[in-house]
């Protein structure tokens, strides 16, 4: 990850620099104690600096008192340019100190500049001395401590958007999962099953194993299409067309299609939510229920758009029609009932196992797939067993 770059201790070093000015005066005046007194002030703020970069609070704050007593000692014993010290003690403060506590010590700096300023001044600039070196002080750790507070956000909101783009690709990744299950998953079951129904049929009926195996070719090739339709982006192909594959699915499996349809326009992302749930909940109706009559409900409400999906088929009724003759896929409705016509025997025991192998595998998923996009839309979403040996799937989405 390219992190943002933060500044160091090199880069508030340089403002010990302001010294010059009272080194200037010591050059013309020479005084051992000044001397003295200066080197214990810059070697004190460059070990202030130092120690609250590399995470030595303590430090920093013992050393931040040593610089502020030498400072105050000489301001007072010389005043002048000697009170150029008080923003170098000031930088100090917004380098190591935050919260109330840098507001506070700030206060008192300031307040301690001034009145040694005062003191020290004397003359008709009294007032301009004082100001000036308030106001200097006071701002050169204001504006260290904003610096680096920006600088710090700016950090933390680079650390948050990498964290996003990677929360991002997760989703995009559990997204893509299961839009491939959900295309795929009830279509790879069904070949499985048609592929078994192929072998058992080659000894007995050679034309009836063909158009099986002809079968399992159309399903691979419209698999691939809608592989091919989800890897470049596509999401679902909608409420109505879903609707007209749905409609040919359950004729395929014998169950009876009731559907009603207010006149709604929904928006787009909508539509497709409700054509994903029309496919699973007919796809679940054609592969895991005993149904004889479907029924499919379209509202339209002031806040929301309800989409109902019912059937009689949660207690066993015997094998369906679809299951004697493996004639549906779900919600494609690409299965060929007439195939198998005459080979009764070969819904067996045996082949029902399979099939309710590839079921089981996959119940679940798609309505947990369902429900996650549901809830990631901000539509409401319930599925489940009613009395009477209904279930319905419920899909209501905001307007």
């Known amino acids: 990850m390219k992190k943002v770059w933060q500044p160091g201790p090199a880069a508030f070093s340089f403002w010990i620099a302001?010294?010059?000015?009272?080194?200037?005066?010591?050059?013309?005046?020479?005084?051992?104690?000044?001397?003295?007194?200066?080197?214990?002030?810059?070697?004190?703020?460059?070990?202030?600096?130092?120690?609250?970069?590399?995470?030595?609070?303590?430090?920093?704050?013992?050393?931040?008192?040593?610089?502020?007593?030498?400072?105050?000692?000489?301001?007072?014993?010389?005043?002048?340019?000697?009170?150029?010290?008080?923003?170098?003690l000031s930088i100090a403060c917004g380098v190591v100190l935050r919260g109330r506590v840098l507001s506070l010590t700030l206060a008192v700096v300031t307040l301690t500049s001034m009145v040694i300023t005062y003191w020290r001044a004397g003359g008709e600039d009294v007032t301009a001395a004082v100001a000036a070196v308030s106001w200097g002080t006071f701002t050169a750790g204001v504006v260290?401590?904003?610096?680096?507070?920006?600088?710090?956000?700016?950090?933390?909101?680079?650390?948050?958007?990498?964290?996003?783009?990677?929360?991002?690709?997760?989703?995009?990744?559990?997204?893509?999962?299961?839009?491939?299950?959900?295309?795929?998953?009830?279509?790879?079951?069904?070949?499985?099953?048609?592929?078994?129904?192929?072998r058992r049929?080659?000894?007995?009926?050679?034309?009836?194993?063909?158009?099986?195996?002809?079968?399992?070719?159309?399903?691979?090739?419209?698999?691939?299409?809608?592989?091919?339709?989800?890897?470049?982006?596509?999401?679902?192909?909608?409420?109505?067309?879903?609707?007209?594959?749905?409609?040919?699915?359950?004729?395929d499996a014998g169950v009876r299609a009731v559907v009603t349809l207010d006149e709604v326009r929904p928006a787009p992302d909508?539509?497709?939510?409700?054509?994903?749930?029309?496919?699973?909940?007919?796809?679940?109706?054609?592969?895991?229920?005993r149904a004889t009559r479907c029924q499919i409900t379209l509202t339209g409400r002031k806040e929301e758009i309800v989409l109902e999906i019912g059937n009689d088929g949660v207690t066993g009724r015997g094998p369906r029609p679809a299951d004697r003759e493996h004639g549906s896929d779900g919600v494609t409705g690409r299965g060929h009932r007439p195939a198998e016509r005459g080979h009764g025997s070969d819904g067996s025991a045996e082949q029902q196992r399979q099939r309710g192998l590839a079921g089981r595998e996959n119940r679940g998923h798609g309505l947990a797939g369902l429900a996650e996009r549901a809830a990631a839309a901000g539509a409401r979403f319930e599925a489940g067993a009613l009395p009477g040996g209904r279930f319905a799937l419920t899909m209501a989405v905001p307007r």
């Open 144 to 198: 260290v401590y904003v610096t680096l507070k920006l600088f710090a956000t700016i950090a933390e909101l680079h650390e948050t958007r990498q964290e996003l783009a990677r929360a991002a690709v997760a989703e995009e990744r559990l997204r893509f999962s299961r839009d491939l299950h959900d295309l795929l998953g009830h279509t790879l079951s069904l070949m499985v099953v048609k592929a078994e129904a192929v």
């Open 201 to 251: 049929l080659i000894p007995r009926d050679a034309e009836a194993a063909a158009a099986q195996a002809g079968d399992i070719q159309t399903i691979g090739r419209e698999a691939l299409t809608e592989v091919r339709a989800a890897v470049a982006g596509y999401r679902g192909r909608g409420f109505a067309d879903e609707l007209a594959a749905a409609r040919v699915a359950l004729e």
């Open 270 to 289: 909508a539509d497709e939510l409700l054509g994903w749930a029309v496919r699973e909940g007919v796809t679940n109706v054609v592969r895991h229920a």
């Open 18 to 88: 302001l010294v010059y000015f009272p080194a200037h005066d010591l050059v013309r005046r020479p005084s051992w104690p000044d001397v003295l007194g200066l080197a214990v002030v810059v070697a004190a703020y460059l070990l202030t600096v130092r120690a609250a970069f590399t995470g030595r609070p303590r430090a920093a704050v013992l050393l931040l008192t040593v610089l502020a007593v030498a400072t105050f000692a000489l301001c007072a014993a010389s005043g002048g340019k000697w009170l150029y010290l008080c923003p170098v």
